[in-house]
């Protein structure tokens, strides 16, 4: 998911077919990598990476702590990880593994963006939102921020600027689906919480 300098030639190929989508073709050749050179950290990062995509979780854990075994302090890993938990519900060790990452790899919009995201969830609402809002600062058409952005904003109540943030990314991305879904969701709830305003009057 990060960029990052690739050496090995089968990293490129693996790194070639991830980014068509032949994931479990990616996966063996970083095994085939893996049976001449055990300590190759970028082939595990590039498996966790891939099982990542297939939401296989368990393993792309497995893979990932394998590449923390052999460095620690490899952004990459820590970030790639950190996102899994983040997609298990695991908030504190995510936060604790981007935290790593943001320090070895800082302002990385990426980073920044899995940081903040678990940041808001681990209940450090505050400080989320701040992350993600320089996150988009650095990559300021990135539909992925932009979402994320917007949905923290939402939450908050902030119907104005969940509303633009949703609006941008359509403007960046006009078949986004999950923006769509979610400026019908600010207008909806937009439109309740008013009722309620008015009724307490």
């Known amino acids: 998911m990060m960029e990052d300098t690739k050496t090995h030639p089968l990293i490129e190929e693996a790194d070639k077919k991830k980014s068509e989508g032949k994931h479990l073709e990616a996966i063996r050749i970083c095994?085939?990598?893996?049976?001449?050179?055990?300590?190759?950290?970028?082939?595990?990062?590039?498996?966790?990476?891939n099982y990542l995509s297939l939401r296989k979780y368990d393993k792309a854990e497995k893979a990932l702590r394998q590449a923390l075994k052999l460095d620690r302090n490899s952004a990459n890993a820590n970030y790639l990880l950190g996102f899994v938990h983040s997609c298990t519900g695991n908030w504190d060790q995510s936060v604790e593994l981007l935290e790593t990452a943001d320090s070895v790899y800082?302002?990385?919009?990426?980073?920044?963006?899995?940081?903040?995201?678990?940041?808001y969830h681990y209940g450090q609402k505050k400080r989320g939102v701040i992350l993600l809002e320089r996150s988009l600062f650095l990559a300021p058409n990135d539909s992925l921020i932009l979402n994320d952005l917007g949905v923290c904003y939402l939450n908050e109540k902030d119907f104005?600027?969940?509303?633009?943030?949703?609006?941008?990314?359509?403007?960046v991305e006009p078949d986004n689906q999950k923006a769509k879904e979610c400026l019908n969701a600010v207008k909806f709830f937009q439109r309740e919480f008013d009722k309620l305003k008015k009724k307490k009057k």
């Open 160 to 171: 104005d600027r969940s509303a633009q943030l949703f609006k941008k990314t359509l403007q």
């Open 106 to 119: 800082p302002n990385h919009p990426e980073i920044l963006r899995c940081l903040g995201w678990s940041m």
């Open 31 to 49: 095994e085939k990598l893996l049976i001449s050179d055990l300590s190759c950290t970028e082939a595990y990062e590039e498996i966790g990476d």
